[in-house]
C-alpha cells in the first residue's frame, strides 16, 4: 500500500488513530517510505546537510563533505557515525528509587539498575534512556554499514539532480 506523504508525517507525529497505526505496522512498508520519512525529516530541521537515516527522534545520520556523522536536530555534531554518539551526550544518571519514574515499591535496586538518560549538549532534548546494571558501558544501539551509507547518499544525490 501507499502511503501520502501527509499520512507519514501525521505517523511520524502521532496524529494518527491507532487502528491506522497498526494497519500501516502491520502491512508491508511502500517502497518510497523512507524517502518520505527523510524529506518530512529534512523539512524540519535548520540545516543543510542531508539527512540520510533518522536514529531516534531527533537525532540523524548525516554526510557532512566525505564524513558520516550523527547529528541532532538543532544541529549539534556528535561526530562519526562509526563511534558511538552516546560518548558526547550529556547524561544524567538517575536511581530508579527516587521516585521520579517508578513508585517507590516497585523501583528496582539501585545496585542493581540505574537509569541513563541521554541529552543533547545543545538543545538539552532527550534523546535516549537506559536501564542497565550500575557501571555498564553505554549500549552502542545501531553500528551503520558505511557503504550502504555512502550507497544511500549517492542514490540521494541522484534524486536531487
Given at each position: ?49 542531508r539527512i540520510l537515516l533518522a536514529l531516534a527522534e531527533h ?103
Amino acid at each position: 500500500m501507499h502511503y501520502t506523504k501527509d499520512t507519514i508525517r501525521n505517523l511520524l507525529d502521532r496524529k494518527l488513530p491507532w487502528e491506522m497505526v497498526k494497519n500501516i505496522m502491520s502491512s508491508p512498508k511502500d517502497e518510497d517510505r523512507l524517502r518520505l520519512v527523510r524529506e518530512i525529516e529534512q523539512e524540519r530541521v535548520p540545516w543543510k546537510e542531508r539527512i540520510l537515516l533518522a536514529l531516534a527522534e531527533h537525532l540523524y545520520i548525516v554526510k557532512k563533505g566525505s564524513a558520516l556523522i550523527v547529528k541532532c536536530g538543532c544541529g549539534f555534531e556528535f561526530g562519526d557515525c562509526s563511534l558511538n554518539w552516546k560518548l558526547e551526550a550529556l547524561v544524567y544518571e538517575r536511581n530508579p528509587q527516587d521516585g521520579e519514574i517508578y513508585v517507590p515499591r516497585r523501583a528496582c535496586d539501585p545496585e542493581w539498575m540505574v537509569l541513563r538518560e541521554f541529552y543533547c549538549p545543545g538543545c538539552q532534548a532527550q534523546l535516549e534512556v537506559e536501564a542497565v546494571p550500575p557501571g555498564y558501558p553505554f549500549v552502542f544501539d545501531f553500528r551503520p554499514d558505511p557503504e550502504a551509507l555512502q550507497q544511500l547518499a549517492e542514490e540521494n544525490k541522484d534524486a536531487e539532480s
